[in-house]
């Protein structure tokens, strides 16, 4: 299986909402990285609206439906009423469910899925009903994908903060290991796995290679930050190229 690419566009939305002004457009640098053979893109809409609209959703789902046939959508946050009424209207191809409140900045921590079991499998069970797929954030732990599948998901995504953002070196292979033994777990769970957070050029190589069943990574910050150098095409093109994703 080759990994693929999905370029999560939320520091574009933050840039905009900076000022009252219709760019950068989301959508036009979603068409960028499509074109440059991103295989998706990603969301992840906060009920504050800080960064990602609730209006810039169906307009991208449009965009991947008209122009990007194949491609895919997907849709990241906690599943609140808001949320899930969100993702029922434009029906993307993958909804992440992430554990996240108004007051963090990003990301940092998956499901306790133990303590949420209940709730989980009743809205995996709502979500697949309508034709979508269910990704649960998780943190690099092999005990998580067994439970991941217990309650209906059809992938887990490995929080890889941890590995990204560690700059130690013993720290750094500590969660290298960690997250190739949750990576593994998923597969004997049968599950498909994604990766994603503080994943640059540099760091994925190792994890691709470590992971073979790994299908998709789901990138926003290094991307768009790499894309202030050298454009969003080219940034795209070598991402991809650092996933092995050289068709």
């Known amino acids: 299986m080759a990994c693929t690419l999905s370029v999560n566009v939320n520091a574009v939305a933050f840039l905009r909402n900076r000022r009252d002004l219709p760019w950068p457009s989301v959508v036009g640098i979603a068409r960028e990285a499509l074109d440059a053979g991103a295989h998706g893109i990603t969301v992840h809409p906060r ?18 439906a008209e122009e990007f046939p194949g491609r895919e959508f997907n ?46 499998t009743d809205i995996i069970a709502r979500l697949k009903a ?65 990766a994603g957070h503080d994943l640059t050029r540099e760091n994925l190589p190792p994890l691709v290679k470590a992971l073979p069943n790994l299908a998709e990574v789901s990138i926003g910050h290094a991307i768009i930050a790499d894309a202030l150098t050298f454009g969003m095409a080219q940034t795209v093109r070598m991402f991809r190229q650092a996933i092995g994703d050289t068709d």
């Open 47 to 64: 009920p504050d609206e800080r960064h990602i609209r609730r209006a810039d959703v169906p307009r991208l789902a449009h965009l991947i």
């Open 130 to 194: 309508g034709g979508m797929r269910v990704s649960l954030f998780i943190n690099a732990d092999p005990d998580l994908p067994a439970l991941a599948a217990e309650v209906g998901a059809d992938r887990v995504e490995i929080y890889t903060g941890p590995y990204g953002g560690s700059f130690d070196l013993v720290a750094h292979e500590a969660e290298f290991r960690r997250a190739v033994a949750t990576g593994k777990a998923a597969e004997k769970a049968g599950l498909g796995l994604n």
């Open 75 to 120: 849709i990241e946050g906690n599943p609140d009423a808001r949320f899930v009424e969100l993702v029922e209207s434009v029906r993307p191809q993958q909804v992440t469910l992430v554990p996240d409140d108004i007051r963090q900045s990003t990301s940092d921590h998956g499901w306790e899925i133990a303590t949420h079991r209940g709730f989980l």
